[in-house]
Each structure stands twice: as C-alpha cells, then as structure tokens.
C-alpha cells in the first residue's frame, strides 16, 4: 500500500521530536504514515529508542542536513511527500548560518520531488508584518531569509510544490525547571516594561501545527502563520505559576539577567525587540485552528513539564 511519507528534520530535538509525537497520536490515516526521522547519529541512544518504540511507521534516516544531497539519494526519488525543516541558530550551538542548514536542503527536497515543505521560523510583530520585518536580531533575520528564499522558490517553480511557514514565539518550554527558567525571568525583569505583554507557546503545539500541515498541505498550502497560546506581563506569568504551583517563579539576582542580557548581545537585542515591537501572533485565530492550544497555565499542569506531579 502507497504510503504518506513525511520527512523530519532534527527528530531527536525538541521541535522535531513534538512533530513526530503529533504526527503519531493523529487518528489512523489514508494513506498510512511513513515517517522518516533523520538524525546526525541513528547510533544515538535517544536515536535508537525512538526507532524501537515505533517499528512499521518510523524509519531512523542518518545524515547532516546542511548536506542532503546523500539523503535524497538514499532514497527513492520522489517517494518523500513532505518535509519539516528547523534549524539552529549560531547561538544555540550550531557552526552553520541558518542559510547553510536550511537553502539546500530546500533544493535537494525539491528535486527530489518534495510537494510540501513545512518551515519552523519566528514570528516578528504579525502575520503580514513579518514578510517585511527582518529585524535586527541575527536569528530573526537568518529565518526571514529563508523564508523569503523558499517563497520565492515556489513562485518560480509553480506548481512543483507548496510551503507552510510557521512563526513561534517565545517558547514555555523556557520555564522548564532549572538554571535557565531562573535566568529567563531576570531578563524578562530586567528588559521589558512592567505593562509589557510577552507572547508564548508550547514547543507540543509547534508539533501539533506542524503537523497539520504536513498532512492536510491544501489547507495550510502557501500558508504563513504566528504561533502564540498565551500573552502575559510579568507579573501575570507570576501570579498564574503560584496559582499552579504554589511556589514563587523562580528568577536570578536581577545583575544576573542584566549581565547576560549585555554578554550575548543577540539576546540582549531580542529582548529589546520585545519591548519596543513584540510578537503580535493572533492567538484566537490559532486557538480555533488547535482548540487545546497550551496557555501557562495548561502548560505548568503537564506533568511532563516538571512542575506538577
């Protein structure tokens, strides 16, 4: 039987894992599902077990995306339907540009046959807005690149495949338990106004939307939308995290945040983008596409987040 068979980048990151658990949990479809999970290393215990827990629907694909043209080949030409695409940024570790990760990949998908292709990007102050507003924030700017050059693509190639641009906004998953989530909210203190609203969302109901895409692509064809589940000050984020937790948000000494927010001067310039623009994702209109679509308070209450039992 003919298979729906949709690629997924970073499968063992947090984006690419929630696109594999929400592709998982969809209803049985027609045609089946084959997804082929790439990763640096199919060695890799998380790799492995991945694998393991889902034989007969999940396929480990290894290879370096920044290189796919001996991932396509490995492959029968156009036997992928789909492909979800993240990268990441130079601040989160990687020695590439997010161009280099993300353009030829792009082009080898489509050679290959690709017919839709799902781009995880961010989202800069509007569903329209964000076509024209790179910002000065390099990570912003890198993604609004791509997504300029897969537009672009499709216009020239008509007809030969269609995308989904999907633009997240701050992630929850930022209030994980940790160093981090105490580090977040200093510089949240430190840089936004006490009136300033921060939009945020789950990294699940990034692969909840993403997965919509990648199986219902007419819908979501040429599609570009912000994702937001929640909008707070500080102060709301505190009050809702005691009202769950019973605890206080936890948050470093207020130099803390100031120093990193001056030391890594991408993230200094991000938060300053909060203040003097923000994301303007139209929470509502999400809300109606994915009814269960986590604010904080649904987020805290998931066992899985570490907060609660």
Known sequence: MASNTILVVGATGQQGGAVIKALLELPTQNPPLHILALTRNAQAERAKKLAESHKGVLELVEGDSSKPKPIFESLPKGSVNSIFIVTTPAMGGSKLTEEEQALPLIDAAVEHGVKHVVFSSVERGGDERSWENPTNVAHFLAKHNIEIYLRDKAEKEQGKFTWTILRPVAFLENFKPGMFCSMFT????????????????????????????????????????????????????????????????????????????????????????????????????????????????????????????
């Open 186 to 309: 200093a510089m949240w203190a430190s840089a936004l106004g006490p009136d300033t609203k921060l939009q945020l969302i789950s990294v699940r109901d990034i692969g909840e939307f993403a997965a919509k895409a990648l199986t219902e692509p007419a819908k979501w064809s040429n599609t570009a939308v912000g994702l937001a589940g929640d909008e707070l000050t500080l102060d709301e984020a505190r009050s809702k995290f005691t009202g769950v937790t019973g605890k206080k948000l936890p948050q470093a000494w207020g130099i803390f945040g100031k120093g990193m927010l001056w030391a890594i001067k991408e993230v200094g310039t991000m938060f300053e983008f909060f203040e003097d623009e923000g994301y303007h994702a139209d929470i509502e209109a999400r809300r109606r596409d994915v009814p269960d679509l986590q604010d904080f308070e649904t987020w805290l209450k998931a066992p899985s987040n570490g907060w609660t039992n």
